[in-house]
């Protein structure tokens, strides 16, 4: 008897009147309408299709919500059900006022509603979060401990690699050169076990200029960076690792991230040719006469030569 809603990641996105439901006798089920005079039933992949005996509650919609754009890799929309991922007990395992409210990604365990998520990556493949990685989650053979337990995590979606000094989220330790523009957010809520984290740099950050004694994970709890906790490859239980153009920091555990709590990372450089000191904005060559005339824009220089 009330209207029906479709909502697109967790925001209404077309109301409509309510329809009654037909129950015929068929060989297959469809999603859609079709009948000998229209046929409009949906021609597409689906991956999961959950049914209920009730309307549900706003607090079971944002349960549900959560478990799918966990277990998809796929961002809820920051305007709809108050801005929050919710677990099954009804804790708040992400929120945010929207800073890091992009690529929203998680890993965890949640034997209510059969969750076991062992591997995540953003929808680009730009970040992935895991315990280990195999071709499928089905056929990732690592263990969660708890239950419920989730590591979940968001992005400000700032550049992926350096920004110029002026520049907003700049901020940086002493020691520390130059970093990546782009922020991660992460939450994590009774996850006692290890996992790694891939960083996919962008084509501005020259990764082929990438050393790896350069890199350190930089840790900080309110956001500014200026005091953040620069730690190097080796030392409190990490290992930095890079396949160009992927950075990868495993060995991540409750001493980065302390369960129960939130944290702020991003990756610096001890050194200013990496990540790229120099962010191009242009570069041209014209043959003059007998000669090349080169003109080229920066939109940041940074000890550079």
């Given at each position: 008897t009330s209207a029906e809603t479709l909502q697109k990641n967790g925001l209404n996105y077309a109301l409509g009147a309510a329809q009654a439901i037909?129950?015929?006798?068929?060989t297959k089920n469809y999603i859609g309408l079709s009948n000998t005079n229209t046929d409009s039933t949906f021609g597409g992949l689906i991956s999961e299709i959950i049914l209920?005996?009730?309307?549900?509650?706003?607090?079971?919609?944002?349960?549900?919500?959560?478990?799918?754009?966990?277990?998809?890799?796929?961002?809820?929309?920051?305007?709809?059900?108050?801005?929050?991922?919710?677990?099954?007990?009804g804790d708040v395992i992400y929120t945010d006022g929207g800073t890091y409210w992009n690529n929203i990604i998680g890993i965890g365990r949640d034997d209510v509603e059969s969750f076991y998520q062992k591997q995540s990556k953003t929808t680009t493949d730009t970040v992935r979060l895991y315990r280990s990685l195999n071709l499928t989650n089905q056929l990732n053979t690592s263990t969660i401990s708890n239950s419920p337990s989730y590591l979940v995590m968001g992005s400000d979606g700032a550049r992926m690699c350096s920004v110029f000094s002026s520049a907003?989220?700049?901020?940086?330790?002493?020691?520390?050169?130059?970093?990546?523009?782009?922020?991660?957010?992460?939450?994590?809520?009774?996850?006692?076990?290890?996992?790694?984290?891939?960083?996919?740099?962008?084509?501005?950050?020259?990764?082929?200029?990438?050393?790896?004694?350069?890199?350190?994970?930089?840790?900080?709890?309110?956001?500014?960076?200026?005091?953040?906790?620069?730690?190097?490859?080796?030392?409190?239980?990490?290992?930095?690792?890079?396949?160009?153009?992927?950075?990868?920091?495993?060995?991540?555990?409750?001493?980065?991230?302390?369960?129960?709590g939130l944290r702020y990372i991003t990756i610096g450089s001890t050194n200013s040719i990496t990540p790229l000191p120099v962010e191009l904005v242009s570069f041209h060559a014209d043959c003059k006469?007998?000669?090349?005339?080169?003109?080229?824009?920066?939109?940041?220089?940074?000890n550079n030569h």
């Amino acid at each position: 008897t009330s209207a029906e809603t479709l909502q697109k990641n967790g925001l209404n996105y077309a109301l409509g009147a309510a329809q009654a439901i037909h129950i015929v006798s068929r060989t297959k089920n469809y999603i859609g309408l079709s009948n000998t005079n229209t046929d409009s039933t949906f021609g597409g992949l689906i991956s999961e299709i959950i049914l209920y005996n009730r309307e549900l509650t706003t607090t079971e919609q944002q349960k549900i919500n959560t478990y799918l754009s966990l277990k998809y890799g796929l961002t809820l929309d920051r305007t709809g059900m108050s801005s929050t991922y919710l677990n099954t007990n009804g804790d708040v395992i992400y929120t945010d006022g929207g800073t890091y409210w992009n690529n929203i990604i998680g890993i965890g365990r949640d034997d209510v509603e059969s969750f076991y998520q062992k591997q995540s990556k953003t929808t680009t493949d730009t970040v992935r979060l895991y315990r280990s990685l195999n071709l499928t989650n089905q056929l990732n053979t690592s263990t969660i401990s708890n239950s419920p337990s989730y590591l979940v995590m968001g992005s400000d979606g700032a550049r992926m690699c350096s920004v110029f000094s002026s520049a907003t989220h700049n901020e940086k330790p002493s020691g520390i050169i130059t970093r990546l523009a782009r922020e991660w957010k992460i939450y994590n809520t009774n996850f006692s076990d290890s996992y790694s984290l891939d960083i996919k740099l962008n084509s501005c950050a020259l990764p082929s200029t990438v050393t790896i004694a350069h890199l350190r994970l930089l840790v900080d709890d309110d956001a500014d960076f200026s005091n953040a906790t620069a730690i190097a490859s080796g030392t409190s239980g990490i290992t930095i690792t890079y396949t160009n153009p992927v950075i990868t920091i495993s060995g991540l555990s409750t001493s980065i991230i302390p369960l129960n709590g939130l944290r702020y990372i991003t990756i610096g450089s001890t050194n200013s040719i990496t990540p790229l000191p120099v962010e191009l904005v242009s570069f041209h060559a014209d043959c003059k006469d007998e000669a090349i005339e080169l003109k080229w824009q920066t939109a940041s220089e940074i000890n550079n030569h």
